[in-house]
Every structure is written in structure tokens, then in C-alpha cells.
T-cell receptor
Framework: SQKIEQNSEALNIQEGKTATLTCNYT??????LQWYRQDPGRGPVFLLL?????KEKRKERLKVTFDTTLKQSLFHITASQPADSATYLC????????FGPGTRLSVLP | DTEVTQTPKHLVMGMTNKKSLKCEQH?????MYWYKQKAKKPPELMFV???????INESVPSRFSPECPNSSLLNLHLHALQPEDSALYLCASSQRRAGYNEQFFGPGTRLTVL
């Protein structure tokens, strides 16, 4: 059956450290993968998109990798700040579009 | 204008009521989406409109009826809902459905069915 998993439901890290979130999928063949941020009671906000033929994308303090052999994407936030605390969702796109369950990140001062 | 607006922000309705949710964007996007999101769960895709035509209906119950009057507007008509339909309903838009397009989400309508 098809499944998307994100490393953990919740992740706590210290301010200034790098947060690494994972997105693993089974029985999907996504043409691209997106990462969104969602704050409580608000709609998701797009962060980054990476295509199946790309290995890595960067935007400011954000970096995403995509390994279609491992069926995994890693999302990194460097020099994390308390303002980065939110739920981060990966989403697979292509034939269909589906969100992963999300990871709630807390950056502690 | 890079905003998707949704009205109302909150809606409480009985199981026999008929109500509508509205969504609007003025970014010239040709794909619009309705999602349902329960607490602590990811958004679930309900409907996709591409160039004002319904292209995906993810087997949603008929008590939810979408409408796309024009390329900027999206409605979701609600009738005879159940308490388990209580959720945050999100609207989103993107340049096109096909291809690699980021989605812009509205703030959502918090629906409570009594």
C-alpha cells in the first residue's frame, strides 16, 4: 500500500542548531516533492520544490535533498530560530498530490 | 496580490442546514483546490479544478458540492453534513494543475457541524 512517513511527530532542537526532517515514501513515484510550513490555525505556506532529477535545492537557511533510490527527502534548517517552530509537511506531486503527516518542530531558546 | 481569501472564517451549522464556503484569488491562477484538514492531520485533497473544470474528485461524499463560477472564484456548497465533517476547510490555487507548481493556501474556514 502507499505510505508517506515523516521522521517523527515532534522534534525539539536547541536554537542555533541544524534541524533535519525526513520524508520517506513507499509505492509512490513522485515527479517532484514539495515542503510546506504550517502554523496552528493557518494554511500551509510553500517553502521549496525539488524535481525527481534534482539532488539538492537551497533557499537561504533551507536545504532539501531528494533521493529517488532511497525514496527519501531530507529537509534542513540551519541556524534554527524559535520563529522556525511550526509543523513542516512534505508533499508528493505528479499523478496525484498528497501530503505527509507532518513533523512539529520546536526550536528552544 | 498574492493572497487567497476565504469566507467565512468560522461557520457553525446544523445537520439540516445548507451553507456555502467561498474562496477567491486574483493571481491569475488556473487551478484551484479544496482540502479538508482534521486536527493534527495533514490536509486531504477533496477537489481540483483546472481551467474551471473539475478534474479530480477524490471520492468525496455528495453532501459536498464544489462550484467554480470563474477562474478567480471557488465555492463549496454544504448540505446535510455530519458532525464528523467538522474540520478546517482550506482553499488553494496554483498557476496550473499540471507541472511543478507551488500551491498558495488561504487561511481556511473552521467548520463545526452540530
Amino acid at each position: 500500500s502507499q505510505k508517506i512517513e515523516q521522521n517523527s511527530e515532534a522534534l525539539n532542537i536547541q536554537e542555533g542548531k541544524t534541524a533535519t526532517l525526513t520524508c520517506n515514501y513507499t509505492n509512490y513515484s513522485p515527479a517532484y516533492l514539495q515542503w510546506y510550513r504550517q502554523d496552528p490555525g493557518r494554511g500551509p505556506v510553500f517553502l521549496l520544490l525539488i524535481r525527481e532529477n534534482e539532488k539538492e535545492k537551497r533557499k537561504e537557511r533551507l536545504k532539501v535533498t531528494f533521493d529517488t533510490t532511497l525514496k527519501q527527502s531530507l529537509f534542513h534548517i540551519t541556524a534554527s530560530q524559535p520563529a522556525d517552530s511550526a509543523t513542516y509537511l512534505c508533499a508528493l506531486g505528479g499523478q496525484n498530490f498528497v501530503f505527509g503527516p507532518g513533523t512539529r518542530l520546536s526550536v528552544l531558546p | 496580490d498574492t493572497e487567497v481569501t476565504q469566507t467565512p472564517k468560522h461557520l457553525v451549522m446544523g445537520m439540516t442546514n445548507k451553507k456555502s464556503l467561498k474562496c477567491e484569488q486574483h493571481m491569475g491562477h488556473r487551478a484551484m483546490y479544496w482540502y479538508k484538514q482534521k486536527a493534527k492531520k495533514p490536509p486531504e485533497l477533496m477537489f481540483v479544478y483546472s481551467y474551471e473544470k473539475l478534474s479530480i474528485n477524490e471520492s468525496v461524499p455528495s453532501r459536498f458540492s464544489p462550484e467554480c463560477p470563474n477562474s478567480s472564484l471557488l465555492n463549496l456548497h454544504l448540505h446535510a453534513l455530519q458532525p464528523e465533517d467538522s474540520a478546517l476547510y482550506l482553499c488553494a490555487s496554483s498557476q496550473r494543475r499540471a507541472g511543478y507548481n507551488e500551491q498558495f493556501f488561504g487561511p481556511g474556514t473552521r467548520l463545526t457541524v452540530l
